[in-house]
């Protein structure tokens, strides 16, 4: 496609369910990131992604934080037992190779309740 | 909706003048920066990166000026318009470490006209 594509746009979770959150990259982009961004701050890093490899995950914030990119495309992350403080915005980025060009999505707004 | 500039520092400028905006970056190892304009409910849009071996890189209206010696970055933007009222991110990425990228806190430019 023609950018980084997120699904669903938004998502209300009553605390302790499950969600899963999807990224289509741009068609051949080797890298890809995930990103949380609460309300009125900058975007703090998850988890990254070359092909299906993660490379990186230091940014998970617990064991409830999952992320999969199996076939080295399309990209889920999932989240168990939603808290509220979960409630942000999570971002995908792609890049056609390390360090160069990140393209973010629009991203997947969670809200707990 | 919610505003991504809530709580965030904010530079207003007249419709047509210069917009210089700052940001001083944390890690000295740090070798590849970007600005990323963010509006309302949308991703952050790649705006322009600069390597640590240049000082200085243009694009259209826009230039990055990169002083490793005090670690500060800069974002001019020439003939500012009201399309460019945002919040502007710089980020960081130390490329011989880990490719993820460290955001600034972000500044919300806004434009009167």
């Known amino acids: 496609g023609a950018g980084v594509s997120q699904s669903p746009r938004y998502k209300v979770a009553k605390r302790g369910q499950d969600v899963a959150l999807r990224c289509d990259p741009i068609s051949g982009h080797v890298s890809l990131f995930w990103y949380q961004q609460a309300l009125g701050q900058g975007p703090e890093f998850l988890t990254y992604?070359?092909?299906?490899?993660?490379?990186?995950k230091s940014g998970l914030p617990s064991d409830r934080f999952f992320a999969e990119r199996p076939e080295g495309s399309v990209s889920t992350l999932k989240i168990q037992r939603t808290q509220q403080e979960d409630s942000a915005v999570y971002l995908c980025a792609s890049s056609p190779s390390i360090n160069y060009g990140y393209t973010f999505g629009s991203g997947t707004r969670l809200t707990v309740v | 909706g919610e505003s991504v500039g809530l709580h965030l520092p904010t530079l207003s400028v007249q419709e047509g003048d210069n917009s210089i905006i700052n940001c001083a970056y944390s890690?000295?190892?740090?070798?590849?920066f970007i600005w990323y304009k963010q509006e309302s409910g949308k991703g952050p849009q790649f705006i322009i990166d600069?390597?640590?071996?240049?000082d200085k890189r243009q694009g259209q209206r826009v230039t990055v000026l990169l002083n490793k010696t005090v670690k500060h970055l800069s974002l001019q933007i020439a003939a500012t318009q009201p399309g460019d009222s945002a919040v502007y991110f710089c980020a960081e990425s130390n490329t011989g470490a880990n490719s993820k990228l460290t955001f600034g806190k972000g500044i919300t430019l806004s434009v009167r006209p």
């Open positions: 992604f070359q092909n299906e490899a993660q490379l990186d």
């Open positions: 890690n000295s190892a740090s070798d590849y």
């Open positions: 600069i390597r640590s071996n240049m």
